[in-house]
């Protein structure tokens, strides 16, 4: 009777157990490096594709040391693209950037080697941001 019970605790614990898959582990050395832009999705419906990018060139998000944040467009293949320089500050959760005179505070959704999406609300709507740390 006492393993049937033992046998019944486990089996309990091990279907009381969830997996979290929802929530991804953050580790925030993974965010120092060229962040380029994915796609964009508006209140969780389908991602729409980033047309910025030329054939020669990719836009990016770039998070340096001493929280030194850049936006970086390549408009038309030039060696010296459009740059915006600011800072950011970053939490396992939130990331926000001081970028051009705007503040924005995003909810970091994944952080890895090869993935960022983060998102914010503006104006009533979810919009979350994907990118890839490879060109």
Avoid: H
């Avoid at 582990?25 to 962040?35: E, I, P, Y």
């Avoid at 594709?49 to 293949?77: H, I, M």
């Avoid at 600011?86 to 952080?111: E, F, M, S």
């Amino acid at each position: 009777m006492k393993k049937l019970l033992s046998l019944g605790f486990v089996l309990f614990c091990l279907a009381s157990c969830s997996d979290d898959d929802s929530t991804p582990a953050v580790s925030l050395d993974n965010l120092q490096k060229r962040w380029y832009n994915v796609s964009t999705q508006y209140n969780g419906g389908t991602p729409a594709a980033y047309d910025g990018n030329l054939a020669c060139g990719k836009d990016y998000l770039e998070f340096a040391t001493g929280n030194v944040a850049k936006q970086v467009d390549v408009y038309d293949c030039q060696t010296d693209p459009r740059t915006v320089t600011g800072t950011y500050t970053a939490t396992d959760k939130t990331l926000t950037t001081a970028l051009g005179g705007t503040t924005v505070t995003y909810d970091i959704v994944k952080l890895d080697a090869k993935v960022l999406r983060i998102s914010t609300t503006f104006n009533g709507a979810v919009i979350q941001y994907n990118y890839t740390s490879t060109p």
